[in-house]
């Protein structure tokens, strides 16, 4: 049982801590103060749903509908395209961070970026449901404690970052370091764009 339990962890940390798009937006909204806990509860939720349908065999369904994956992936594109470009003209009229918080999203907006991160990743569904669930159902008996394990890892990690981030905030105080952020955001959104259009 803490064999699979832990295993589940360190495995859901070890795909969930790379960094991509869902990651650096649940960054800035932590050092924005808004929206945090709805932002983090889409992510981690999501996360959820996906390890739980991976591990209940879904991954078998998304492995034989190949056409559903090419829709996000290319939605995942434009709405990821949109997004670094936004980042990049922010970072043209630096704010404070301050300026930012003025400025920040509203609940609706925020939820609904954080959903459209999550979902519209295809990778999501290779990493999460595929690759999680099969590594899940490796473990025979204990693939439900693997399970466990590895939505503990989603629940730790969202709630960290989200909440962790304003330590870093007399850091990113600046108009500078904001303008940094906004661009390599910008730039972390449309490389995954590219990567994601390029298959």
Same mark, same amino acid.
């Given at each position: 049982m803490l064999d699979s339990l832990a295993s589940g962890l360190l495995t859901g940390l070890t795909l969930i801590i790379a960094i991509g798009a869902q990651n650096a937006y649940v960054l800035r909204q932590g050092l924005l103060r808004a929206h945090v806990g709805p932002v983090v509860a889409? =992510?981690? !939720? @999501?996360?959820?749903?996906? $390890? %739980?349908?991976?591990?209940?065999? /879904?991954? *078998? /369904? %998304?492995?034989q509908a190949g056409w559903i994956l090419d829709v996000v992936r290319w939605l995942g594109v434009a709405f990821l395209t949109w997004y670094g470009v936004s980042s990049l003209l922010r970072a043209r009229r630096p704010q404070s961070l301050e300026a930012a918080r003025a400025g920040a999203p @509203?609940? &609706?907006?925020a939820v609904t970026t954080a959903v459209a991160l999550t979902w519209l990743n295809p990778h999501v569904y290779l990493d999460t449901v595929l690759l999680l669930g099969? !590594?899940?159902?490796?473990?025979?008996?204990? &693939?439900?404690?693997? *399970?466990?394990?590895? =939505? *503990?890892?989603? $629940? %730790?990690?969202f709630t960290g970052l989200g909440y962790g981030a304003r330590l870093a905030e007399r850091a990113l105080a600046t108009p500078r370091a904001w303008r940094i952020l906004d661009v390599l955001i910008g730039l972390t959104m449309l490389a995954i764009a590219v990567k994601l259009a390029l298959g």
């Open positions: 889409v =992510c981690a !939720i @999501s996360d959820l749903v996906l $390890i %739980v349908a991976g591990v209940s065999g /879904i991954g *078998t /369904i %998304v492995e @509203s609940l &609706r907006a099969s !590594i899940a159902n490796a473990q025979g008996e204990g &693939r439900w404690w693997f *399970t466990v394990g590895a =939505c *503990t890892a989603s $629940i %730790v990690w």
